[in-house]
């Protein structure tokens, strides 16, 4: 539950400036603006989201292996 919310906030912070960049959903600029933008400034962000999901899937693994037999 911590993890995703945590996923969740960093996910929310990470795109609160997409929403502010065209002030209406019409203009979003398509995925080479995404790509600039995430690539660019925004990258020490989704670099952090890319490793606490890393993280999340390690331990869900882990957790849902079981016993050995």
């Not at 919310?5 to 502010?20: E, G, I, K, N, Q």
């Not at 995925?31 to 690539?39: D, G, N, W, Y």
Request: aromatic fraction near 6%.
């Amino acid at each position: 539950m911590i993890a995703s919310l945590t996923v969740s906030a960093m996910l929310f912070l990470m795109l609160r400036p997409l929403f502010a960049l065209g002030g209406s959903t019409s203009s979003a600029g398509g995925p080479a603006e995404l790509a600039t933008l995430l690539l660019g400034p925004m990258l020490p962000q989704f670099e952090a989201v890319g490793a606490l999901l890393l993280v999340a899937l390690v331990a869900v693994v882990f957790v849902m292996g079981g016993e050995r037999r």
